[in-house]
């Protein structure tokens, strides 16, 4: 299994631009989840998904906007690139149902923006 | 405001030594605490899943500490390795699935 991927790996983008971070998991899981990572801060989350068809804002979800097609799939999208977005951006997924409360959640390797 | 707090910010221990790295929370109600390994410029790896009910945790040379009472979790690592190397988080859930508060993070460096 290649678990959770990302691309692009870097990226950088002048103001007012647009992009699609692309996720793909490949371990079936239904919980797929979109965080950033600014420096010396813990990572807040964008957008979650349930599984395909189900989205919902978590944190920080100003200025992105996400999709879930398909169970392997969740792209997030950046639709008017600012300064304030610079950021490492990291997806992942995990299997949850209620009778496993502990699952743990799988992260791909990240996608560094840098907003110019 | 931060309801996960972690301690020290940095650290540096020699190869072979062991240390404690502490996390300090406000989350209520508590579902799960976890301690993640963070190499730089890769993702997050889980290291170690705790309950309310779960006092420790071990991961080989890794061991996690939970006090629900007093909302503190330890961190304890065994005869470190260069490769220990790495940003450990403290993430505590208030429910599985989406809830997750993440800490900022211990640095720590393991010099030869």
């Known amino acids: 299994n290649a678990g959770v991927t990302q691309t692009p790996k870097f990226r950088i983008l002048k103001i007012g631009q647009s992009m699609t971070l692309q996720c793909t998991q490949d371990?079936?899981?239904?919980?797929m989840y979109w965080y950033r990572q600014d420096p010396g801060m813990g990572l807040k989350l964008i957008y979650y998904?349930?599984?395909?068809?189900?989205?919902d804002k978590g944190e920080v979800p100003n200025g992105y906007n996400v999709s879930r097609s398909t169970t392997e799939d969740f792209p997030l999208r950046l639709e008017l690139a600012a300064p304030s977005q610079t950021s490492v951006y990291f997806c992942?997924?995990?299997?949850?149902?209620?009778?496993?409360?502990?699952?743990?959640?799988?992260f791909g390797p990240g996608t560094r923006l840098l907003v110019l | 405001k931060n309801q996960v707090e972690q301690s020290p910010q940095s650290l540096i221990i020699l190869e072979g030594k062991n240390c404690t790295l502490q996390?300090?929370?406000?989350?209520?109600?508590?579902?799960?605490l976890r301690w993640y390994k963070q190499d730089t410029g890769r993702g997050p790896v889980s290291l170690t899943i705790?309950?309310?009910?779960?006092n420790t945790k071990s991961n080989g040379r890794y061991t996690a500490t939970l006090d629900a009472d007093t909302k503190q979790s330890s961190l304890h690592i065994t005869a470190s390795q260069l490769s220990d190397s790495a940003s450990y988080i403290c993430?505590?859930?208030?429910?599985?699935?989406?809830?997750?508060?993440f800490g900022k993070g211990t640095s720590l460096l393991v010099t030869p």
């Open positions: 992942a997924s995990s299997y949850w149902n209620s009778g496993y409360p502990q699952e743990t959640q799988y």
């Open positions: 371990m079936n899981h239904n919980y």
């Open positions: 998904s349930v599984g395909a068809g189900i989205t």
């Open positions: 996390c300090n929370y406000t989350v209520s109600p508590f579902s799960n």
């Open positions: 705790m309950t309310f009910s779960e």
């Open positions: 993430v505590v859930s208030l429910n599985s699935g989406y809830a997750l508060n």
